[in-house]
């Protein structure tokens, strides 16, 4: 009889085990997914490039010495009108040319490099757009930088331009 009763509680304690353990499944799954979301989205805020599987993206593996620079000088400074800001006035930025840095372990390395060199203009076209967007008020080198690199690449659809870097810019 006493064993009867032993299998009996175990059972029971089993079933109750298996019960507690789905409830708790249920009630922790939906605050797990929002702190993957939150996650998710703290990381895109800091800007960190993440794939699916959650590896950083190797892509960012690069040294001083696997960039090749191309440079552009203009003949004069640049000139370039600024969106009127907040005070009402006109703003100017002055520009005596760019550079670029390229990534030379690319797979499209050749073909930007041939682009680069050879339609200098485009490329110095979006740097003035990018320029020219911005106000006296919210304009640093940094956020042009930043955006120019952006437009670049998505006008070459390729990542081997990896840094831009103006010359003498100033802004007023």
């Known amino acids: 009889m006493k ?3 032993f299998s009996v509680i175990i059972t029971a ?4 085990n298996v019960v507690l353990t789905a409830i708790m499944f249920f009630v922790m799954m939906p605050t797990f997914t929002k702190t993957n979301n939150l996650l998710t989205q703290i990381a895109s805020a800091i800007n960190l490039d993440l794939n699916v599987d959650g590896e950083a993206n190797g892509e960012e593996d690069y ?11 203009f ?3 640049q000139n370039l009108n600024l969106k009127t800001g907040s005070d009402g006035q006109a703003h100017y930025a002055l520009l005596d040319g760019y550079s670029l840095s390229v990534y030379k372990e690319a797979d499209d390395y050749k073909d930007v490099s041939d682009i ?6 485009e490329i110095t076209d979006i740097i003035r757009a990018v320029i020219q967007s911005h106000s006296a008020d919210d304009i640093s080198e ?31």
């Open 75 to 77: 003949d004069s400074k």
């Open 3 to 5: 064993k009867n009763i």
């Open 63 to 73: 040294s001083l010495k696997d960039l090749e620079t191309v440079a552009v000088t």
């Open 142 to 172: 940094d956020v042009i930088k930043k955006e120019a690199l952006e437009q670049i690449q998505e006008h070459l659809d390729s990542k081997a331009v990896k840094k831009v870097m103006l010359s003498n810019f100033m802004y007023q």
């Open 13 to 16: 304690l089993t079933v109750i």
């Open 116 to 121: 680069l060199t050879n339609n200098q203009a």
